[in-house]
């Protein structure tokens, strides 16, 4: 893709200028419109890809800067408040996190896992499935990109797997004999896996952030047991289904173990670092678990996994600078966490809310929950990024249903789990699926359509497992 498109950069622009020379609606400031038609730009400039998401966000920093939407007495000041962002601890969260799961692929320990798991379960291939599930799973707590643990780490040990049993990707009539099946289990598998902890992905802290400023607090271990049970549920229906609607030719795949034996033999003894990593590993959980009984915020924590790294080698600072894909999340996170935190402070987000309120009137908040949590998951279908998603509509529902009546702690765990899963849908839904369409295992018709059946299928998991799970634990009353 070209760095900028010019021609979606046009249209981009004068859909966001359109908006801002509308006269400015009753109930709001002209700041907080002008703020909006920012925001608007930016998350459609993302969406038609004019231009990568980074480059977006930087344009959208100078222009709120320029035009003082934030601070319209004080023109020094515009800078400051337009790159306040990047003061916020969540921001920091997710960056350190992804300089902690560099550690995971540096080391080799991810991949150590990964095989362990296929030397265990993969005799069949349903079994070997969900071996890499599992290896996904144990990683995500502490890998937050997703696409760096499923493209990064399991992707190439699932097609290694399957080409050991003839499935080519280059040679179609092989295709079905492991490798799709394969391609849509380790992909959902890996969304699932994302929904379930705060620092599964990327967008789970920005939803923890929106909700903080409904005063809705969300901790690290509060997310993980509200996500566990519809979760786990989740992790075992999905990959069966896709067994029964997508199966495999080959049901039997005896020597996956084998070979996940031979390449454990390869890697050699566990190394030094990959103790460290280890060490870290069980630090950062603990720490995340329960940092609440001790101050101990999930940010500090990962900062403390990043001491310990550095001051062990296992990481060093080259590391640090290398990790691209950190640094990036950091900029378009910090900007896209700012406009829509400052919506919210300047009205917007609760005079939107009192406009869907009023078409809603009369609707219990039960079925004002599930019409919210519909429209959310569906609306994906024209979303190419999962956080351009979390930021033009997490805050906006959530404060929605909190003003039908809907329990806000629920509402917000179940649209923060919504915000991974969504992305069964398409092609292009969340950070891994380029990277596992790309494979060629899978063609378009059938990724589309096998993602509407494991879509619903996930859908209806979450809101009839997870909701009574999250009545169980008090979150509905």
């Given amino acids: 893709m070209k760095e900028i498109d010019i021609k979606k950069s046009i249209i981009t622009l004068v859909i966001g200028l359109i908006i801002w020379f509308v006269p400015t609606p009753s109930g709001l400031t002209p700041e907080a419109w002008h703020l909006f038609a920012i925001f608007i730009s930016t998350i459609l400039g993302i969406i038609l890809k004019a231009a990568s998401m980074g480059t977006m966000c930087m344009i ?149 952030k929106f909700a903080e400023n409904l005063g809705i607090h969300i901790s690290w271990t509060s997310w993980t047991i509200a996500a566990l049970i519809p979760g786990l549920t989740a992790f075992f229906v999905i990959p069966f289904l896709l067994y029964k609607i997508y199966p495999p030719e080959l049901k039997k795949t005896g020597d996956a173990p084998k070979v996940a034996a031979q390449k454990l033999k390869e890697m050699g003894a566990v190394s030094k670092n990959e103790w460290l990593m280890l060490l870290t590993f069980v630090i950062l959980l603990f720490l995340w678990m329960t940092g609440d009984l001790f101050s101990i915020d999930a940010t500090t924590t990962a900062f403390i996994g990043l001491v310990v790294l550095l001051l062990t080698s296992v990481l060093t600072w080259e590391d640090v600078k290398g990790e691209k894909g950190a640094w990036d999340t950091i900029v378009w996170f910090a900007v896209l966490v700012m406009m829509a935190s400052s919506l919210d402070k300047l009205g917007f987000i609760g005079w939107f809310s009192e406009i869907v309120k009023a078409q809603m009137t009369g609707l219990s908040w039960q079925i004002a929950f599930v019409i919210i949590i519909s429209v959310y998951f569906f609306s994906h279908y024209i979303f190419a990024s999962a956080t351009a998603h979390v930021a033009a509509m997490y805050a906006a529902l959530l404060a929605v249903g909190v003003s039908l009546g809907v329990p806000g702690l629920f509402l917000a765990f179940m649209l923060g789990f919504v915000g991974s899963v969504y992305g069964t849908l398409t092609h292009y839904g969340h950070g891994p699926a380029p990277v596992y369409f790309g494979s060629g295992y899978v063609d378009l018709k059938n990724w589309w359509i096998k993602g509407l059946i494991t879509g619903l299928a996930m859908l209806l998991i979450y809101l009839v497992v997870g909701g009574l799970w999250l009545n169980l634990l008090g979150y509905t009353n």
């Fill in 60 to 208: 959208a920093v100078g222009v709120t800067a320029f035009t003082q939407v934030l601070a319209p007495e004080s023109a020094g000041d515009s800078i400051t408040f337009a790159l306040s962002g990047f003061g916020n601890k969540v921001i920091w969260l997710i960056g350190i996190s992804f300089f902690i799961a560099r550690g995971f692929i540096k080391t080799g320990l991810g991949n150590r896992i990964a095989f362990l798991f296929i030397k265990i379960f993969g005799k069949s291939s349903l079994g070997l499935a969900y071996g890499l599930g599992l290896a996904d799973l144990v990683l995500a707590p502490v890998v937050p990109s997703n696409t760096a643990r499923g493209g990064g780490i399991i992707y190439p040990i699932m097609k290694s797997m399957s080409m050991n049993f003839d499935s080519d990707p280059d040679k179609p009539e092989t295709r079905r004999k492991l490798g799709a099946f394969l391609t849509l289990s380790s992909y959902n598998v890996n969304l699932i896996a994302s929904s379930m902890f705060l620092t599964g992905t990327a967008s789970n802290p920005m939803c923890q």
